[in-house]
């Protein structure tokens, strides 16, 4: 179902994006890295991609598997995203004055849940599938 693929894959790409620009800030000292640049550039691309459907995807979402799993996507994994989104922005903005809100580190198990949420979440809209509790519509596409 193209629904799923669409918002999994997203979800996909929106976590590893994250993970790969914390990292590289992670490792880098008095000055961001060119790495850590290319993916600021990346992160950004993706939440381009990731906002510039939101509603579309959420509409998308409640009307083939119903308002708890979208106000999951929502709510739960998506403020976790932002969350997270804003720590790792705040560790970019150090690098531009030493002054700045304290940005820090985030902790490993943070992305860890993220991930999992993301996971389980993929689980139950593939069960929904295949337990037929999507719109008819929904499995053509």
């Known amino acids: 179902m193209l629904v799923f693929e669409e918002i999994?894959?997203?979800?996909?790409?929106?976590?590893?994006?994250?993970?790969?620009?914390?990292?590289?800030?992670?490792?880098d000292t008095d000055t961001r890295?060119?790495?850590?640049e290319?993916?600021?550039q990346d992160y950004r691309q993706v939440l381009y991609e990731w906002n510039d459907s939101i509603n579309r995807n959420l509409a998308l979402i409640e009307q083939y598997?119903?308002?708890?799993?979208r106000d999951r996507l929502d709510y739960r994994v998506g403020?976790?995203?932002?969350a997270l989104g804003r720590a790792?922005?705040?560790m970019w903005r150090l690098f531009d004055s030493p002054t700045a809100a304290n940005g820090g580190q985030i902790d490993d198990a943070l992305l860890a849940e993220l991930e999992s949420q993301i996971y389980h979440y993929n689980l139950d809209m593939l069960r929904a599938i295949q337990d037929g509790r999507?719109?008819?519509s929904a499995g053509r596409g």
Request: glycine share 4%; no cysteine; hydrophobic share 45%.
């Open 8 to 27: 999994s894959r997203l979800l996909d790409k929106r976590l590893y994006r994250l993970r790969l620009l914390y990292w590289s800030l992670a490792e």
């Open 33 to 36: 890295s060119e790495r850590s």
């Open 38 to 40: 290319s993916r600021m």
């Open 65 to 69: 598997f119903g308002i708890d799993i």
């Open 79 to 82: 403020t976790t995203f932002v």
């Open 88 to 90: 790792v922005e705040a």
């Open 134 to 136: 999507v719109g008819r």
